[in-house]
């Protein structure tokens, strides 16, 4: 019997929940010519949201040539623009003899040689770059435009990890230069996301940054309980077993309607039901998942002092008036501009998430957790 569940990696459309809409926009900008970068705290499906809008985008036909690139690794400007030019000439055809060609057409006169895994040519289109003088930025940047114009296609160029372009060695002077390219394609759309939402929130929001208005910002929120519930009845069905709408409803709200600790509450429960689920079932898989957490969570507030502990049980408590004279005190956080602080510490460590205005905890198991092991 299979999991009909998925967390920690992108998600197919069998598992993928709802976000019409955002599907809808991400779309349209897409053939449009409108850049769009994404913003949402991490493990909201931004890398799901794209590839499943890619995934429809081609059932439906639409003539446009898609190429993935993943910054997770990039260090260097060179290294940018070697994963830069494989995403870009990979689009280019599914086929290794015709990606050498174009790239001997399109690259000119610093055509690198190119590695093929020779394993599986086929159907395993890994393959290195290894340049025999120095890439020119002009030549790479400009290669979606020129591919683009080739194969009388709009090109998708979508850029994971985005953020990790402010670890090279000048980050913003390197973003000039991209910007300086990019603007002028006509006959590409970019799609920039990434996990590190304070730095993209300051690449597209700051309007001293390169990338600033450079498209339309989409802004995800979290998928509403109205979808979670069918789609968690209809999973246990799929795969042989039985859930009670308001037990599903529990496991969504539970997590706080979070995308990936929906599916993973959501996971647990299925593995532990053998035909229906029951009241018990959703506490023994609350009990797991917070017994699976304790060593992570004991790392994460080891050494903390008091007024990070208070922080933490004032936000349990509901408190959104950290500052006022009666939680200072109360809650033992000291000056206001200490709560500042605060915050910024358990944001970086990943504790609380600061969204539209709400202050709330980045994982929702965690005050379950805090509740239980102080007793709280």
Known sequence: MNNPFCYGTTIGPVGFVNRKADIERLSRNMVNGINTMLISPRRWGKSSLVLQTLHQMKDKQVKVLPAKMDLFSVRTEEEFLREFAKSCLRATSSRWDDIFNNARELLGKITPAISIDTKNPESDLSFEFHWQSKPDPEVILNL??????????????????????????????????????????????????????????????????????????????????????????????????????????????????????????????????????????????????????DSFFISKIEGMPDSQIGFIKALIDGIDQFSSTQNLQKYHLGTSANVIKIRKYLTQKEIIDQWQMKTSFADPVFPIWFKRRFGY
């Open 144 to 293: 979606p435009q020129k591919i683009a114009e080739k194969k009388k296609k709009r090109m998708i160029v979508c850029i994971d990890e985005f953020q990790n372009l402010a670890s090279l060695p000048d980050p913003v002077g390197f973003q000039k230069v991209l910007r300086s390219y990019w603007q002028q394609h006509q006959n590409v759309s970019y799609c920039l996301y990434g996990s590190k939402r304070h730095i993209l929130n300051e690449f597209f929001t700051d309007s001293s940054m390169p990338f600033y208005r450079f498209g339309d910002i989409m802004w995800l929120e979290k998928i509403a309980e109205e979808h979670w519930t069918p789609f968690i009845m209809k999973a246990f069905l799929k795969s042989g077993k039985e859930i009670m709408e308001e037990l599903a409803t529990k496991i969504s709200l539970t997590m706080d309607l979070h995308p990936y600790y929906v599916q993973q509450m959501a996971y647990f429960v299925w593995n532990l039901t053998e035909k229906t689920v029951t009241e018990q079932t959703i506490t023994a898989a609350i009990e797991e998942m917070v017994r699976n957490n």
